[in-house]
């Protein structure tokens, strides 16, 4: 198939060819096998069968004057966390729990909003009919206080059930943009074509339905924020290194996006690079796609992206392209303490090249945002910087 924009030659994708051959020899090795405690999707009949078992378990706790209380796996503690190279990070089978019991003025009302999320949810499933996020918490907005409550509690049914969260027909909002060379079909039939040009389409809401993927894409660029994506498309990177797909969660990316970026991984197996901010809060979002992230552990199967590469913006780069220092920015309090978190991960003695990045940008005390690279020049970014990485394979 054909899409409209011309990019470079066909020697210029030399390198990210070779790259997408090693990645397509490890896929292949690892062909056939089924990671233990992989969340797979559920059958509508496995969801209301778990909050039927759940719900007999509270009756039979007051048949026998006992207090109703729910278990759930401690999703906060990185004592319950185990790590796999090939996954991320994810929660071991055996981890410490805890109790929201229905006698405790601690606890009472966060039973009360479980329960009363868990009927909700039921009616969904057993209607196959589908709610966001923010519609369960205008279903009762005084009684759930803010959207965060509702959000914490279906990942803790999630965690509970041992379902993904899209098998409780519960969807987010997607905030996340994509463009590109990209066509797919979604669930109700609507046919979206992705472009290169200024307009990003936004992120489905329901991953999980869309269907009949077609691109000839060579790379997917993941775009820390928003005003670098669109900056990118202003300056027609995207047609210019056609054929591409960009995506961008504005900051810390929200499920849908990162279940897009699996669903594309998983689908085409091109080479994934992310384009972050030099500072702990870019490496942090680079880490939470491609090793997941702690709260979400329980789901990693589904989420996480092991092939990711980090492309830019490297600490190392802002001392090869001499970035003048009153470009750059301090390391605050907060972010040495982020970078040494970040640093003692388990899965950085996987990453030496990261490390030594961290430890650079640790050694100058000073970070710098992507925009420091208009030092250079207004466009250095999407005519320089980018191309040349992509065309050198300037990754880690």
Request: glycine letters at 4%; aromatic letters at 8%; hydrophobic letters at 40%.
């Amino acid at each position: 198939m054909a899409f409209a924009p011309v990019g470079p030659e066909a020697s210029f994708f030399d390198a990210l060819d070779r790259h997408r051959a090693s990645l397509l020899a490890m896929v292949k090795r690892g062909a056939g096998e089924s990671p233990a405690g992989a969340t797979r999707a559920a059958s509508s009949s496995e969801v209301l069968t778990a909050i039927e078992n759940i719900i007999q378990d509270i009756i039979k706790s007051l048949a026998r004057n006992e207090v109703p209380a729910f278990t759930i796996d401690n999703r906060s503690s990185w004592e319950n966390i185990m790590f796999e190279d090939s996954v991320g990070l994810q929660m071991m089978p055996q981890c410490t729990t805890r109790k929201i019991k229905s006698d405790s003025p601690k606890s009472v009302k966060k039973f009360a909003l479980i329960l009363k999320i868990l009927s909700m949810i039921y009616k969904l499933v057993q209607s196959n009919t589908y709610a966001t996020k923010r519609d369960i918490y205008y279903t009762d907005s005084q009684l759930f206080g803010n959207q965060a409550a509702v959000d914490n509690i279906i990942d803790d049914i999630s965690c509970m059930l041992k379902v993904p969260r899209r098998s409780l027909h519960v969807l987010s909002t997607s905030k996340g943009l994509i463009a590109g060379n990209l066509r797919y079909v979604e669930e109700d039939g609507t046919r979206v074509q992705c472009t290169c040009n200024a307009t990003a389409t936004a992120v489905p809401s329901n991953i999980q339905g869309i269907r009949n993927l077609i691109t000839d894409a060579k790379f997917l660029l993941i775009v820390e924020k928003d005003a670098t994506f669109q900056r990118l498309l202003d300056d027609n990177f995207c047609s210019r290194m056609s054929p591409c797909i960009m995506v961008t969660g504005k900051g810390v990316p929200d499920l849908n996006t990162r279940l897009l970026v699996k669903k594309l991984w998983d689908t085409f197996h091109i080479p994934v690079f992310t384009l972050v901010d030099a500072d702990p809060h870019g490496i942090e979002i680079m880490c939470i796609y491609k090793y997941g992230s702690m709260s979400m552990s329980f789901e990693a199967h589904s989420l996480t992206v092991p092939t990711i590469r980090w492309l830019g913006l490297l600490p190392s780069d802002i001392k090869r392209l001499n970035i003048p220092k009153d470009s750059l920015i301090p390391l605050t309090k907060h972010d040495q303490v982020k970078l040494d978190s970040i640093l003692r991960r388990p899965y950085i003695t996987y990453q030496p090249f990261w490390r030594k990045e961290m430890e650079m940008m640790a050694d100058s005390k000073m970070k710098a945002e992507i925009q420091a690279l208009t030092f250079l020049s207004s466009d250095y970014l999407s005519r320089v910087y980018l191309p040349n990485k992509l065309r050198f394979g300037g990754w880690i």
